[in-house]
């Protein structure tokens, strides 16, 4: 007995010599999940008729192990390796079954509502900080081009109501709404904090929906030619509905940029090529390009208007340093595009980064500071 208290006490202290802190994702006055000084993750959750409870999750965990042991109260403990820094979405898959943590705040992701966990980078700058803060917004706005009610969120910087701004318009990826960039980004952090460090000029930030189909059109099969549909019917209901709403119901100037990431890249990408006089700055964050082919890698994206364009958009992409060979192809045919045609632009890699969240906060970081200067 006195063996097993005294290896019950030295594997605590073993625990807690590690640093284990709450993960800033759990629920007010929850304990887990829980993170230690090596980045290793432990949940504690209660399936107490579960037979078996395996960890899954998103881009940035798929080479993750993990322990699952129920102990006699029915509590699972699932301990994990070291984690990759960033905010990871994830699952409990319970006999068979996609479960949530119960611990944790949700996250619009994979389309529903998904448990998500940050694990520290030792970065702040999409922290909340002591600064002049923006609000965001709701909004909406009746679509003759979706023929239905359209959401979006509107970002109005710290000095609004004193001049007139600037505009972004910016998308999510697949799977997520326009919930993304404000929860899982931190848009209004990162640009507060760039704001009040006098790092990038004031902008009001439109978050828009990133599809737009009509109830006809959503019956079609989620497929590439559909995506590229409702991209196309993006760019109208933006340029033909959005903006002259945005214009006359906020303080804006006549300056616009427009951005995105994955899926929103490339929507981000289409509207700015389409309306380069318009757009005065293009991001691409992990840029995407449907429907290539080895002889047209544009053939739904006329990239060469650019080049005829009067003003030349400025032009970002940013790519997470181990996303996928997907992401690298694409990144890859942009940039050789840019630099066969002497275009300039400017190409950010976000180091140690999946096609995750973590990218997508640095890369709006750094576009951030190079509009509408």
Same mark, same amino acid.
């Not at 005294?6 to 605590?12: A, D, G, K, M, V």
């Not at 965990?61 to 390796?81: F, L, P, Q």
């Given at each position: 007995?006195?063996?097993?208290?005294?290896? &019950? +006490?030295? +594997?605590?202290?073993?625990f807690f010599s590690q640093g284990w802190k709450t993960s800033s994702t759990a629920l007010r006055g929850r304990e887990y999940p829980k993170i230690n000084a090596l980045h290793e993750a432990s949940f504690r959750v209660y399936f107490p008729k579960a037979k078996s409870v395996v960890l899954e999750g998103g881009d940035g965990?798929?080479?993750?192990?993990?322990? #699952?042991?129920?102990?006699?109260?029915?509590?699972? *403990?699932? /301990?994990?390796?070291a984690m990759e820094p960033g905010f990871h979405y994830y699952w409990f898959n319970v006999d068979g079954k996609r479960t949530n943590d119960p611990n944790?705040?949700?996250?619009?992701?994979?389309?529903? !509502?998904?448990?998500?966990?940050? %694990? !520290?980078?030792?970065?702040?700058?999409?922290? /909340?900080?002591?600064?002049?803060?923006?609000?965001?917004?709701d909004d909406s706005l009746y679509s003759e081009t979706t023929q239905q009610q359209r959401k979006f969120k509107v970002y109005l910087p710290p000095d609004y109501g004193k001049s007139k701004f600037p505009v972004l318009y910016l998308y999510h990826g697949t799977g997520e709404d326009i919930t993304g960039w404000e929860k899982q980004g931190h848009i209004n952090n990162i640009l507060d904090n760039l704001f009040a460090a006098k790092k990038a000029t004031e902008m009001i930030v439109v978050m828009d929906y990133g599809v737009a189909l009509t109830p006809e059109q959503?019956?079609? !099969?989620?497929?590439?030619? @559909?995506?590229?549909?409702?991209?196309?019917?993006?760019?109208?209901?933006?340029? &033909?509905?959005?903006?002259?709403? %945005?214009d006359e119901k906020y303080r804006t100037t006549n300056q616009k940029a427009v951005a995105g990431l994955s899926r929103g890249s490339y929507q981000a990408m289409l509207i700015g090529v389409l309306h380069p006089d318009t757009f005065s700055a293009i991001g691409a964050f992990s840029p995407v390009i449907y429907e290539a082919t080895e002889n047209e890698p544009f053939k739904e994206l006329p990239v060469q208007n650019l080049l005829s364009s009067d003003k030349k958009p400025y032009f970002f992409i940013g790519i997470g340093e181990k996303e996928g060979s997907r992401f690298e192809d694409f990144n890859r045919t942009l940039t050789d595009? +840019? /630099? @066969? *045609? *002497?275009? #300039? +632009? $400017? #190409?950010?890699?976000? !180091?140690?980064?999946? /096609?995750?969240?973590? $990218?997508?906060? @640095?890369?709006?970081?750094?576009? #951030?500071?190079?509009?509408?200067?």
């Open positions: 007995m006195k063996i097993t208290i005294f290896i &019950s +006490f030295l +594997f605590s202290q073993i965990m798929k080479e993750i192990k993990s322990k #699952a042991v129920r102990d006699k109260n029915g509590y699972w *403990n699932i /301990h994990t390796s944790t705040q949700l996250y619009f992701g994979y389309s529903q !509502p998904t448990s998500g966990i940050e %694990i !520290p980078s030792g970065e702040d700058f999409f922290f /909340h900080k002591k600064v002049p803060h923006g609000t965001i917004v959503e019956k079609m !099969p989620d497929n590439y030619p @559909r995506t590229v549909l409702s991209s196309k019917n993006l760019d109208q209901w933006l340029n &033909s509905e959005l903006i002259p709403y %945005i595009f +840019f /630099h @066969r *045609n *002497n275009y #300039a +632009f $400017t #190409a950010y890699q976000s !180091p140690g980064t999946y /096609h995750e969240w973590l $990218t997508w906060r @640095r890369c709006l970081n750094q576009f #951030a500071q190079k509009i509408f200067r």
